[in-house]
């Protein structure tokens, strides 16, 4: 029979594998997607005034913003810098809605241009 674990054990998995790279594969597969939107978007924006222009901005300012914290986290989960911090639901729900964000937004680029 297993004894109980001591009051205030610390219960951390360190993971030695590989599942930190292809996290940093995928998100690096993320970020991508998100540039070549911006440059759509800035080629959107050239073309179509100074709507275009907000557009452009916008996505920009998201793929620039999606890319400093995608950094971040991998230096969390490469060991490079603080402990990996846990996932909360606001982040969770800001992914949720910028992933399918930048697919519309594409999809309305395709269209018009």
Known sequence: MAEPAPEGADFRVVDTGVAWIRTRLAWGRTVLTLAVTAVLAARFGVRHGTAGVVFAAVSIAGWGAAGLWVLGRLRQL?????????????MLTVAALIAPGYAVLGLLMLFTL
């Open 78 to 90: 490469s060991g490079r810098s603080r402990p990996v911090s846990p996932v909360t639901p606001r």
